[in-house]
């Protein structure tokens, strides 16, 4: 499929996307280039959304499936870009490797994506519609803008391009953002006999907190719960007693775990903290966040996206249809999960539509100083999602 002009196609596409600086928020830039290159490339529509997202559309010939495929264009930040051996915006090619953010997480993948889509369409059009998004903000939340697209667009199958060393995943643990706060009265603390010290209220409840059983999964893993972040106020508390402790806690989740789940027994040690102690004043909830577009679209969200597991014998064959289609592809795909969140919260968790995953890197390379992807990666991708799409619209 890939001869050395498409293989020069794809790595050019590919720079041209590490080049265009598209942190959260600043998704513009990417989106408009992505949109253009969709039609040179000879997709039947390409568009960007009421959010910032862009979508592009290889029409199949009638009667297969219709199959997304899913890459974001956000990129974290680069705090210092003197750490770096290689311009994190600039797209370098290096000893076989290119270089810059987003390289892993996860601009190479979209690239093999939209490459593979498009040189499908020009060998041999799929049976089913082919879609191809690039979803804005899901580095701080997974899977809200993919959910726009799916309940417009419909799909029957989702293909997730995060990183998996080019095997496949069928599975994630979810993520919830949970929030701790403990009240007290504040007071001068040469007196603390008349006051309530909100963080020693919030050292009571942690310990117990930090007592509760670990949900565990044997195929997602462990339902960590870990401690991110505390903050007590006032701040500074220049000889003033805490009145307010709040707590944020990071909570991977399994499949069938909703937030009464998640909070329940929390709210428990709680009620019992509360029963044994009067001056004791505590909740825990969920975290909101107000999301901004660059389009000026905004709305708050829910910090819970579900996990997600495709079991091999009720996906109606998806799974093995897939390692065939990699296997004709040249690669030997090992069947694998996530470890870390995708926007297949959206796709599977949410929306129950079956979801896969697959992509170059590793999970570990999203993130780091020198952020790369090695270009025989790169095109192996884009062979693999080739005859994932092929394989996948000929489904019945």
Known sequence: MLDTKRRETLIMLCAEMIRSNSVTGSEAEIGLLLKERMAEFGFDDAYMDSLGNVIGLIKGTGGGKTVLLDGHIDTVGVSDQSLWSRPPFG????????????????????????AAAAFLGQDRRPAGDVYISGTAM????????????????????VIIGEATELNLNIGQRGRAEILLKTRGKSA?????????NAVKKMMNLLSRVHELPVSHNEKLGGGILEL????????????????????????RLLTGEDEEAVLGAIRAVIDSLAAADPDFDAEVSIASERLKYFTGK?????????????????????????????????LN?????YKFCTNGSASAGLLGIPTIGFGPCAEWQAHVVDENCSLDELCKAAEGYYHLIGAMTNRQ
């Open 298 to 330: 905004t709305f708050t969200h829910s910090k819970f996206a579900p996990a997600w597991y495709m079991d091999e014998e009720s996906c109606g064959g998806i799974i093995e249809s897939a390692m065939t289609a990699l296997r004709k592809a040249g």
């Open 91 to 114: 797209g370098e090619i290096h000893e076989g490797k290119i270089y810059g953010r987003g390289a892993a997480d996860m601009k190479c993948a979209l690239a093999a994506m939209i």
């Open 333 to 337: 795909p090992k069947k694998s999960v």
């Open 228 to 251: 991110t972040d505390i903050i007590s106020s006032p701040y500074p508390g220049a000889s003033v007693l805490p009145e307010l402790c709040t707590v944020t806690m990071d909570r």
């Open 138 to 157: 899901e580095e701080v939340a997974e899977g809200v803008s993919l959910k726009f697209i799916l309940e417009d667009v419909k799909p029957d199958i």
């Open 188 to 196: 001068h603390s040469s007196n603390p006999e008349v006051g309530v």
